[in-house]
Structures are given as C-alpha cells and as structure tokens.
C-alpha cells in the first residue's frame, strides 16, 4: 500500500526514466497530489502494466495539483554524465510546476538541493510514495512515446519495443547499422568497446 507523504504542506515527488538506456532522453517527471489523492492502480512504473500506466497518466495530468515532465538529450547526457544528466532532469521537471513544493520527495539516492527547498532521498521511493510512483509513471510514458515517435526514424532499432535499452536486438542493430544522432556517445554501445586491439 503507497502512502502519501506525512508533512503538512504541498510535497513534489519525482523520478525518472531512462536512466540505463543508450538511445534516448533521460526524462523526469515531479508531481504535487491533492493529499486525499487515492488509486489502487497507482505504483511503480516498473510494476504496472502498459494500459494501467497509459490511464495512470491520464489521471495524474487531471487530478495533480500540479506537474512537470523535462527531457535530458543525448548531447547533454554526453557532456556532464548520466547521473548529472538525471538530477538535472528532475530540477527541470520541478520548474515546471506551477504550485511551489515546500518539500520534495526524490525516488533513489542521489540528488542536488533545488534553491532552499528541503529534500530527501528515498531507496525505491517509487514503491512507497504515491507522488514519486506518480512521477515515475509521468516520466516512463513520455519518454515512451519519444521513443516510439524516433522508432519511425530509424525503426531497424525497434525503440517502440525495447526503448533505447540495451537488448541484445537493439546492441546487434547497433553492430550492423552504426549508432545514430540519438544514441549516447559517452556510453558503452557494444561489449567489445571494452576490449583492447594490440
């Protein structure tokens, strides 16, 4: 059972998508829920199936008090690492908000303080929270529907199924056809990347 948040002001949870990829934005979302905000649906995006998460989202854009939801592309990604790239993407996403959080909720272990707002971190948030769970579902089906878009650019990757991620059909792809603009330069594309020709 997610809870909502016990502090008595207005809570931002975030969480992002797309972390892991090696095509594609880093995509965070940060929402603010009314606190009598309730959906037996509502979990981790990673634990809630595809038609669940396209109707969660709906619902989330309609009843939030507020939300944001910011891209991180690939050349930023390249230029100052995954993980800056990520932190970065929530701070976009929570200026978006239109109702400023007095506190924000942030799904993992790693963030930057925005301004003065106090903050913590929470392992696997997205599973206890239901404004981080909301985050993560905003930020995985936009970033999907990126994907799925430049999947009809270059669909010899097939991104509408596998999302940028690294599977075996994506990194054979990226063997026959070469990277593209999308991909992440600074990331390993291939395993024999790591290996030496002497």
Same mark, same amino acid.
């Given at each position: 059972?997610?809870?909502?948040?016990?502090? =008595?002001?207005?809570?931002?949870?975030?969480?992002?998508?797309?972390?892991?990829? @090696?095509?594609?934005?880093?995509? %965070?979302? %940060?929402?603010? @829920?009314?606190?009598?905000?309730?959906? /037996?649906?509502? !979990?981790?995006?990673? /634990?809630?199936?595809?038609?669940?998460?396209?109707?969660?989202?709906?619902?989330?854009?309609?009843?939030?008090?507020? +939300?944001?939801?910011?891209?991180?592309?690939?050349?930023?990604?390249? #230029?100052? !690492?995954?993980? !800056?790239?990520?932190?970065?993407?929530? $701070?976009?996403?929570?200026?978006?908000?239109?109702?400023?959080?007095? $506190?924000?909720?942030?799904?993992? !272990?790693?963030?930057? =303080? +925005?301004?003065?707002?106090?903050?913590?971190?929470? *392992?696997? &948030?997205? &599973?206890?929270?239901?404004?981080?769970?909301?985050?993560? *579902?905003?930020?995985?089906?936009?970033?999907?529907? +990126?994907?799925?878009?430049?999947?009809?650019?270059?669909?010899? +990757?097939?991104?509408? /199924?596998?999302? &940028?991620?690294?599977?075996?059909? $994506?990194?054979?792809?990226?063997?026959?056809?070469?990277?593209?603009?999308? $991909?992440?330069?600074?990331?390993?594309?291939? =395993?024999? /990347?790591? #290996?030496?020709?002497?």
């Amino acid at each position: 059972m997610l809870k909502m948040f016990n502090l =008595p002001c207005a809570i931002a949870g975030t969480d992002e998508a797309g972390r892991g990829c @090696l095509a594609g934005p880093v995509t %965070a979302a %940060a929402v603010i @829920l009314p606190k009598n905000f309730k959906n /037996q649906l509502l !979990n981790d995006s990673k /634990q809630t199936k595809l038609s669940d998460r396209n109707n969660l989202k709906k619902i989330i854009m309609k009843e939030a008090i507020a +939300y944001g939801v910011a891209h991180v592309f690939m050349e930023e990604i390249d #230029k100052i !690492n995954i993980l !800056n790239a990520s932190i970065l993407a929530m $701070h976009r996403a929570i200026d978006q908000l239109t109702c400023k959080p007095e $506190h924000i909720i942030v799904d993992g !272990n790693k963030f930057k =303080p +925005y301004g003065k707002i106090p903050y913590e971190c929470i *392992i696997k &948030g997205d &599973g206890k929270y239901l404004s981080i769970a909301a985050a993560s *579902i905003l930020a995985k089906t936009f970033r999907d529907e +990126y994907m799925e878009n430049i999947h009809l650019e270059f669909p010899v +990757y097939n991104w509408k /199924q596998n999302k &940028g991620y690294p599977t075996k059909e $994506h990194r054979a792809a990226i063997r026959e056809y070469g990277s593209t603009p999308y $991909h992440r330069k600074s990331f390993k594309l291939l =395993p024999e /990347q790591l #290996k030496l020709s002497l």
